[in-house]
C-alpha cells in the first residue's frame, strides 16, 4: 500500500479513492481538468501586490505587511508552502515590527486557487497563530473554497512528487 503522505490526517477510505486514483492513472488528468490556469503573478512585487490586495479585502485592521516573496528556500517536503513571521527591530528608542509573508517557489506555476489557498493561510495567522477553529473560520471567510482547495494542493502536491519520482525512475 502506497503511503501518502500529503493525505496522512486524512479518513482511509479518502486515500484508498486517491490510491485508486494513481493506479488508474488518472491523478494528473483530473486536477489538470479542475484547474486548467496557471495564476500570471510571477514576481515579488506581483504577489505583494495581490497579498496586499487580499489583506486589504479581508484584515484591513492588521498591521501593514513589510515584505512577502517566493521564496526557492522553503521545502514542501518539511511542509512549508509559505510561512508568516514578524521580525523586531530596535531603531534607536523605537521597536520596528515587520511582517514577512513568504509563498514556497514552486508555486509560481502553479493554479491560482492553489495560490489563494497559501495567502489566505498565511495572512490568517495575522489574526490567529494556532491551527484552531477560528483560524479555520478566519480562512474559509476569506476563501469559501479554502478546505477543497487545501485538500486539492494536497493531491497536487501527490501527483509532483509521483511526477517527480516516476522520471527519475525511467532511463
Known amino acids: 500500500m502506497q503511503a501518502l503522505k500529503y493525505l496522512v490526517g486524512y479518513?482511509?477510505?479518502?486515500?484508498e479513492r486517491v490510491r485508486a486514483l494513481i493506479e488508474q492513472g488518472r491523478l494528473d488528468a483530473m486536477l489538470a481538468q479542475k484547474y486548467p490556469d496557471r495564476h500570471a503573478v510571477r514576481?515579488?512585487?506581483?504577489?505583494y501586490e495581490y497579498v496586499q490586495e487580499l489583506k486589504?479585502?479581508?484584515?484591513?485592521?492588521?498591521?501593514p505587511l513589510g515584505k512577502v516573496v517566493y521564496d526557492s528556500k522553503l521545502q514542501v517536503l518539511k511542509h512549508?508552502?509559505?510561512t508568516h513571521t514578524t521580525v523586531s527591530r530596535v531603531q534607536g528608542s523605537r521597536l520596528k515590527v515587520?511582517?514577512?509573508?513568504?509563498?514556497?517557489?514552486l508555486f509560481?506555476?502553479?493554479?491560482?486557487?492553489?495560490l489563494e489557498m497559501i495567502v489566505v493561510h498565511e495572512l490568517a495567522h495575522m489574526r490567529e497563530s494556532?491551527?484552531?477553529k477560528a483560524f479555520y473560520q478566519l480562512c474559509t471567510h476569506m476563501a469559501p473554497e479554502y478546505h477543497q482547495w487545501e485538500f486539492d494542493l494536497r493531491l497536487y502536491l501527490?501527483?509532483?512528487e509521483l511526477g517527480v519520482q516516476d522520471r527519475a525512475h525511467k532511463p
Open 108 to 114: 509560481k506555476d502553479a493554479a491560482p486557487e492553489f
Open 11 to 15: 479518513p482511509e477510505p479518502v486515500q
Open 80 to 82: 512549508a508552502l509559505g
Open 56 to 63: 486589504d479585502r479581508h484584515l484591513r485592521q492588521s498591521p
Open 98 to 105: 515587520s511582517r514577512e509573508i513568504r509563498i514556497a517557489a
Open 158 to 160: 501527490t501527483q509532483r
Open 130 to 132: 494556532d491551527h484552531n
Open 43 to 47: 514576481s515579488d512585487g506581483q504577489l
